[in-house]
Structures are given as C-alpha cells and as structure tokens.
T-cell receptor, first 119, second 112 residues
Framework: NAGVMQNPRHLVRRRGQEARLRCSPM?????VYWYRQLPEEGLKFMVY????????ESGMPKERFSAEFPKEGPSILRIQQVVRGDSAAYFCASSPYRDRGKGDGNTIYFGEGSWLTVV | DAKTTQPPSMDCAEGRAANLPCNHS???????VYWYRQIHSQGPQYIIH???NNETNEMASLIITEDRKSSTLILPHATLRDTAVYYCIVRVGTSGTYKYIFGTGTRLKVLA
C-alpha cells in the first residue's frame, strides 16, 4: 500500500521562476493538506483541500501561492515568482474522509517532503 | 495557533522509558489529541491518538488526564532511533474541516 508520494524531492529554482510541487495521496484518500517547514522551525499549515475544492486556505500567503486538487491527478502546490524566503521543505499529508465517530478515519499521513531551494 | 505546549527538549537514556508531556488546557470535549514525530529531514510520522481513554499501540502509549488538559506520550524502551522532534497536536474543526496545527514540539535525544 503506497504511502503519500511527493515529487520532486528536491527542486532548485532561480528567483522569479515558478515552482510546482506535486502530491499523490494514499490510495482511497480524498483529502490533502500542505505544510511548509522553514529551516529549524516547525510545520506551518498552509492549505487543506478535497477533490476540486479548497476547504481551508487560511495559512496560504495571499500572493504568489496557489493550490489545487483536481478530480484526476495529484494535488499541486504552485509558487510563482519565487524568492529566497520561499526556500523550505514542503510537506503534503492525506487523509480519508470517513468519520466513524472515533476520529479513526481522519488521521493524516505525511509524505517525505519536497525541498525547494531558491538561488 | 497551536493549542498545545511542550518542553523544547528532553534527554532519555537508551532502554529507559521516555515520557513526553503535553499541555492542552483549552481543549474542547470532542477534540482529539494526536502525536507525530519527525526524524531529521523526514516527513512527520504518525504515532498515536486519543480522545479520553488511554491508548496503546506497537509504538507507544498515550495517557490522557481525566480533565483532558494534559497528556503524556510514553515510549516504553527508547532506542537511539527514537531521537526525533515529537509533536503533540489537538485536532480542531468539525468533520470534513479538520485542521492539525503543529506547535514547536519536543526535541528528544536518546543517549547511549
């Protein structure tokens, strides 16, 4: 049973370029979360999506960042016109959606991350 | 903001139990406590979660106080591979809108 798959694992972009990070959730999972982790810091929530719908984007920077989770294919986190401050690890997590009343169906599982370096 | 507070760091001798505390005094009645850990440069790994009752699995035990304002994660026989940052999280929101807000965690160092 494959886990959450993220690619690329490492990405180098020059300032002003675009970065696209992809996340394929675990089989049967319909919800995706994106987190950012700056060096030596904790994980910061960015956005929570289900298929074709953004549920919560309260952690997303207002400009240059966008996320989608289409009906078919992986979730995409897109960063336009990258700056050096965007250099970070970006983690994706997925969960199913089946509330059994115990919360067991909503545990999120993380991928191994995508490391973005802006030069 | 995270609803949890944890000590920034702890040491534990290899083979001994590691007891990691977490305060969540503003937790609501239907909010679960989750624990994850992050080994250097890897994705966070799910450990355990609970609501009211104590829980145990192959990795750890979770002890939640009766008033639910604090909890303790117990690694019964810590090994060097358990060295990691451990995050205690209160899952907020309602069904279909859950959020997992990470705090700063506890950096556990297991000593040989």
């Amino acid at each position: 049973n494959a886990g959450v798959m993220q690619n690329p694992r490492h990405l180098v972009r020059r300032r002003g370029q675009e970065a696209r990070l992809r996340c394929s959730p675990m089989k049967g999972h319909s919800h995706v979360y994106w987190y950012r982790q700056l060096p030596e810091e904790g994980l910061k929530f960015m956005v929570y999506l289900q298929k074709e719908n953004i549920i919560d984007e309260s952690g997303m920077p207002k400009e240059r960042f966008s996320a989608e989770f289409p009906k078919e294919g992986p979730s995409i986190l897109r960063i336009q016109q990258v700056v050096r401050g965007d250099s970070a690890a970006y983690f994706c997590a997925s969960s199913p959606y089946r509330d059994r009343g115990k919360g067991d169906g909503n545990t999120i599982y993380f991928g191994e991350g995508s490391w973005l370096t802006v030069v | 903001d995270a609803k949890t507070t944890q000590p920034p760091s702890m040491d534990c001798a290899e083979g001994r139990a590691a007891n990691l505390p977490c305060n969540h005094s503003t937790i609501s009645g239907n909010e679960y406590v989750y624990w994850y850990r992050q080994i250097h440069s890897q994705g966070p790994q799910y450990i355990i979660h609970g609501l009211k009752n104590n829980e145990t699995n192959e990795m750890a035990s979770l002890i939640i106080t009766e008033d639910r304002k604090s909890s303790t994660l117990i690694l019964p026989h810590a090994t060097l591979r358990d060295t990691a940052v451990y995050y205690c999280i209160v899952r907020v929101g309602t069904s279909g809108t859950y959020k997992y807000i990470f705090g700063t965690g506890t950096r556990l160092k297991v000593l040989a």
